[in-house]
DNA sequence: CCTCTTGCCGAAACCGGTTTCGGGATCTTT
DNA sequence: AAAGATCCCGAAACCGGTTTCGGCAAGAGG
């Protein structure tokens, strides 16, 4: 029968609505309302209505501290970003985070963000975020084959999710995109176009995302009868002046390509130099097809061919997918994939003829 | 007496020591662990220093949770991106939120970031972090200098850091670069270079940091008794075709500047085209100096020349203000502002005669 | 009609902290 | 030596929830 409840003036921040507000609005108790809105059996429809009702007009949300401090969970999900290794990852943050967030925020959940710039400190941050109940499961973007995350996480029993896949699927919920079919789709596109001698520039094998792409170009060969050419591929190119060496070491061969396969944009555009070098004009007498849809990409001149893969859905999907994990789903059935649009562009087109001379190319 | 002190069994995650092992420890109440680690004043100093020490050997950490239910304080910096809107920050991105998040951590602090499509969103967004405790104060990217944000928190009073200044700067603290001071000096450099005819090419008028680097413009104009032409000066170029097109406007002109200065890099990028198009070379017959040190600006040929932002930086200082902003500071002693370096590149050079014929250009 | 379930809710402990209140012991003061 | 002020700390309430336990009332079964 106190006064106090209504310390709401005007104009002061209004005070949150407690449990016991609901509590002493319905003649009921704490225990009785906390019950009724996490779904106990031992509550009648009835009562359990009149909660939800006056929980819906009141404007009441449980304060998730709170509530952490018993159920040990706080609806927040965790990203440590690993620094300090190449920063590949970097152009897709922003709309990645853009979808995670705002699947999180649509469920009531945050985002708790944190970096590390090396692998032992990603474990220790996502560590210490766990114990202090700062997150109750990751996202993990980027994994490798063998990825110590997993490993560590399995182990203490944290739930997680995965961008992209590892090599051992026990226990792992992901969504990934399909770059493999993506990269096989590309030498069927190559192939009709009459590029018959193909090479492949691969990225770091030590991500599984590259040994599914590698095996995608390899798929693709063996559909259209092409024999594989250890000469014609190659792995490691991560940044442009990468990707421009590759594109040189395969362009000085006798018997050159005709097209080449990235499996990262950022190494693609090293073709662009290695190309100027040589006299060759991509688009004409070099065709490039490349994966991930980067801006740069689609602002080089002729315009990257390129599968163009939506980083904000991938986030609002993983996000869902680990909050449903965090909430006991099975990690089994909690594996999306995706499959990724073919972005056209300039630096695609028909083979021109079989010779590798006319250095100077361009012809109108 | 009871044994159940020790379900700590081997491999299993050892259970978070809390202040009532720690009391138990001592054979001290709750309370009095808690003020002497708190810096109450009724404590002595042999008793503090007793339990600072038992803390520490057993590794106790307060549950902040726990902790904000009582003080309404969560120790965490909430980060709220606009998104949607054309996404300058883009590249910042990973590098500000490594600074950010590393000083958070390194205080014991987290970092909550979220998204929001609209300025409105952006309000909400805030509101409900701060409202959930999930965030005690924030930092504020890309300032305008009438920004909604700030009169929105300044009204409910949470605290806030600006990255970059506003006009009315009452209550506010903030870390900024000296984008003024950066311009101004690239006017001097040009000048030393011989170049007389100054073009500049401004971002979007309504951030603030744009007004703060046109006053450069225009301070280091009258520093050297130069003459403020407003056919060589413009603003609203953020993106490359943005800056393209005013370097168009500006090199039709008859008496066409020699050097451009831009507010922002991608933007510079443009004069690349528009050079192209006139057939000048960048560097010879036209300098560009500007702003930000992207990596895109170094991976041009030639290498732009710009003022280079460290943004990990900026994260770092931004955390440590806010966290001191929170705990009580007054906002006029957090503000700090940070010297830019020039990085040379090769779209600077000395002037090249009083003519702007010679199209073709290029001279060995 | 009596016992046995079952349904449903109140009472109270609990989670891990913080903060107020009051009082005993020691130290000053007169 | 008695009275008052100070120093410290224990006791207990509190924050906003969750969860266990037990019992009353109504329905089912014999």
């Not at 040589?278 to 990409?297: N, R």
Request: overall charge neutral.
């Amino acid at each position: 029968m106190t006064r106090q409840d209504k310390i709401n003036q005007s104009g002061v921040a209004a005070r949150r609505v407690t449990i016991a507000d609901l509590s002493r609005e319905l003649g009921i108790t704490k225990g009785t309302v906390s019950r009724a809105l996490n779904g106990y059996t031992d509550i009648s429809a009835s009562t359990r209505q009149r909660v939800e009702r006056a929980a819906e007009r009141l404007g009441y949300r449980p304060l998730t501290q709170a509530q952490a401090i018993r159920t040990g969970r706080s609806q927040s999900i965790g990203l440590v970003i690993e620094t300090g290794n190449h920063d590949a990852h970097r152009p897709f943050l922003a709309e990645f985070l853009a979808g995670a967030s705002s699947a999180a925020a649509a469920e009531g959940w945050t985002l708790t963000v944190s970096t590390a710039d090396t692998p032992d400190q990603v474990l220790q941050r996502m560590q210490q975020l766990v114990q202090d109940r700062k997150a109750d499961g990751f996202i993990l973007p980027r994994t490798l084959s063998d990825d110590p995350r997993v490993a560590h996480l399995r182990a203490h029993d944290v739930p997680f999710v995965l961008f992209g896949r590892v090599a051992d699927p026990t226990g792992c919920a992901w969504f990934d995109f399909k770059g493999g079919v993506a990269i096989r789709d590309a030498v069927h596109r190559l192939h009709a176009a009459g590029h018959r001698r193909i090479g492949y520039i691969g990225s770091t094998p030590e991500y599984h995302y590259e040994k599914l792409r590698l095996a995608g170009f390899r798929r693709g060969l063996s559909d259209l009868g092409l024999a594989e050419e250890p000469a014609l591929m190659c792995e490691n190119a991560v940044i442009r002046s990468q990707g421009a060496e590759a594109a040189r070491q395969f362009l000085c061969q006798p018997d050159r390509p005709t097209a080449l396969i990235y499996a990262v944009d950022d190494a693609a555009l090293g073709a662009w130099d290695a190309a100027h070098e040589a006299g060759l004009a991509i688009g004409h007498d070099l065709s490039i097809v490349s994966y991930d849809g980067t801006k740069e990409g689609a602002a080089a001149r002729p315009s990257l061919a390129s599968y163009a893969v939506d980083n904000r859905y991938a986030g609002e999907r993983l996000a869902h997918l680990l909050i449903r994990r965090v909430r006991g789903e099975a990690p089994e059935a909690l594996r999306e994939e995706c499959d990724v649009p073919f972005r056209p562009g300039g630096s695609f087109g028909p083979v021109r003829g079989p010779t590798g001379g006319n250095p100077s190319g361009r012809m109108p």
